[in-house]
């Protein structure tokens, strides 16, 4: 589809957008629109690259940084409160697989239920069905990707912290996106090629320092943990990648709401575990005992306080994401994410010098200055990436 005519109508009606400068709450308008699922539509700049009058890049909306900061905040705490669930169940006696499955069901309920509230979504995507009848079937292919995307993330932080991977779940997926903007036509040039090569660099030391920061009394069993959820965290990103770019398509090419593709994916992915996790406990006649553990983790008090806080986080991650993708592009919502594990180590290293070590994560003399080095260099890369594309 052609998104010319799209963005034309959008920039011929900038008078409609708010105005930051006026001081009469205009956030706060917005805020509202957009949890009503309305949307203040501006070009991508990654559709204005060849406009030669420079006109689009006139309009710009002025709530992006408000989400964009949003979206970073609520993000970097959703991997740490998962990781402290998992690890007061466990301590109850709770296996890894109960938490893991219950926090991803929530999390899908936490971005599926508010925008369900909306009629402008259903609107929204009625009409969108309407215009493209493949719409209904395309959908499909980002919400399975998305629970296969949010289950080996919430996996991977039962082996490994959740900082870590935070930062290779997205430091991968950008990697792969910018592989797969250049095959679609966004060329990159040598400079920025480099900087992904680094970025790859400050990968591989986060994976070393991790390794290396196992529990020695365990001995393999820590290492091969340990590798499992590193291929978890990688694995994440690089299907985000994928979903990411299919994504931006559906909202920019359909000019579908961001809380109607939110909804959609998210209901597609929670009808998808459900129907996985039944089918496969059923085939190994585990049904009976999966319920009972279930019982188990809805007896311990802690969950009742941490599932709502999941609900929040995850909700404000994905729909902050959205608006970021729909007002901006994927790339500029890939590069965001990169800030979530260093507000999920900070959380982390703040909560474990508060509750005396009970909770969060020390700082390792031995491996920490290795993962700080390596999110260093992950995050010069990117700065140094951002800027190029912009060039």
């Known amino acids: ?10 920039l011929s009606s900038k008078s409609d957008l708010p105005d930051a400068s006026t001081g009469t709450g205009s956030y706060i308008e917005d805020l509202n629109n957009l ?21 689009g890049k006139q309009h710009r909306d002025p709530t992006l940084p408000f989400w964009m900061v949003f979206m970073v905040a609520t993000g970097g705490a959703l991997d740490f409160i998962a990781g402290m669930l998992s690890t007061i169940l466990e301590r109850n006696g709770v296996s890894g697989e109960a938490p893991v499955f219950l926090i991803t069901v929530f999390s899908f309920l936490a971005s599926a239920v508010p925008p369900s ?11 969108v069905n309407a215009a493209n009848p493949r719409f ?8 399975l ?14 082996f490994v912290p959740p900082a870590v991977v935070s930062m290779l779940k997205t430091a991968s997926q950008l990697v792969l996106l910018s592989i797969i903007q250049h095959f679609r036509g966004k060329k990159l040039n040598c400079k920025s090629f480099m900087c992904l090569v680094f970025c790859m660099g400050g990968l591989s030391l986060v994976m070393v320092s991790t390794l290396l920061g196992g529990d020695d009394a365990q001995g393999d069993s820590a290492f091969a943990y340990q590798v499992i959820g590193l291929s978890l965290s990688i694995g994440s990103g690089l299907f985000g990648a994928v979903r990411n770019v299919l994504e931006e398509h559906i909202l920019q090419g359909d000019d579908l709401t961001a809380g109607g593709l939110l909804l959609t994916e998210s209901y597609i992915s929670l009808f998808a575990l459900l129907v996985i996790n039944i089918c496969w406990k059923g085939f190994h006649n585990e049904l009976t005992s999966f319920t009972l553990e279930m019982l188990k983790v ?9 599932l709502p806080l999941i609900m929040g986080c995850t909700y404000g991650k994905d729909f902050g994401k959205l608006v ?6 994927a790339l500029l919502a890939k590069v965001l994410t990169l800030l979530f594990p260093v507000v999920t180590w900070v959380i982390s290293l703040t909560v474990f010098l508060m509750s ?9 003399t031995s491996t920490g200055w290795l993962r700080l080095a390596g999110f260093a260099v992950i995050a010069v890369a990117s700065i140094s990436f951002v800027r190029q594309k912009k060039k």
């Open 117 to 127: 509230l909306s009629s402008t979504n259903w609107k929204s995507l009625r009409e």
């Open 136 to 143: 209904k079937y395309n959908v499909w292919i980002p919400g």
């Open 324 to 329: 970021v993708v729909k007002r901006g592009n």
């Open 145 to 158: 990707a998305d629970c296969a995307i949010t289950s080996m993330r919430f996996g991977a932080i039962l």
């Open 35 to 55: 949890w009503q699922g309305n949307s203040i539509v501006v070009p991508s700049p990654s559709n204005l690259d060849n406009n030669d009058s420079g006109e």
């Open 298 to 306: 809805f007896s311990c008090p802690p969950v009742w306080a941490l």
């Open 1 to 10: 589809m052609d998104p010319s005519p799209i963005f034309a109508d959008e």
């Open 356 to 364: 005396a070590g009970v909770f969060g994560e020390g700082f390792d």
